[in-house]
């Protein structure tokens, strides 16, 4: 896999939290299948090409495997596998996004990284109530950008206390 994609994002860390609430947040804006998802940008490390990963035996299959980051070992979530999205299929531009999910490196496998946005709190709506259908507490709400519809995920929220459990569990024995 090219390392074109590999390479590190802009350092946020210097916005303060009063500039963030007054005018937005900045997601960086991914494709799983046909819909578009957004993740707070302060959460991203990096973007990597999707490369060899070492499997661990008996791991979920949402759990592809540990990569080694400079010394890290990090687990690798597949998204596509995670939200039952179909067939799952790697190609030149599957990436993996590194993040810093509750105090651990986590990588997270997608089809495609689109751009970083900013939306305001006015264009974000709150996700649709389905009542005790399914869960959607991940959600932060939808966003709009001109005719692009985001779902934005609260990415702490999706990386359950039991997933980083089992996260931290294969990075271990890795």
């Known amino acids: 896999m090219s390392q074109a994609t590999q390479g590190g994002l802009p ?5 303060s939290a009063s500039a963030v609430a007054s ?3 900045e997601f960086l804006t991914f494709t799983l299948g046909a819909e578009e998802y957004g993740v707070d940008i302060l959460k991203v490390q990096e973007i990597r090409g999707y490369d060899a990963i070492t499997k661990i035996a008996n ?12 010394g890290i070992i990090v687990p690798i979530v597949d998204m596509r596998i ?3 999205l179909g067939n799952v299929e ?3 531009f599957t ?7 509750s105090g651990r490196v986590v990588g997270m496998v997608v089809d495609g990284v689109s ?16 009542s005790a259908q399914f869960d959607i507490e991940y959600l932060i709400g939808l966003g709009t950008v001109d005719e692009r519809m985001l ?14 459990a089992l996260m931290n569990e294969y990075a271990d024995a890795a």
Do not use: C, H
């Open 151 to 164: 779902i934005l995920v609260d990415i702490e929220k999706l990386m359950n206390e039991r997933d980083m």
């Open 95 to 101: 990436v993996v996004i590194i993040l810093n999910v």
């Open 59 to 70: 791991a979920p299959e949402f759990i592809k495997g540990v990569v080694n980051l400079r």
């Open 11 to 15: 350092d946020n860390g210097a916005k």
């Open 90 to 92: 790697y190609n030149q």
């Open 115 to 130: 751009d970083v946005i900013m939306l305001s709190p006015d264009k974000i709506r709150p996700a649709p109530d389905f």
């Open 23 to 25: 005018t937005g947040s």
């Open 82 to 84: 995670k939200f039952n």
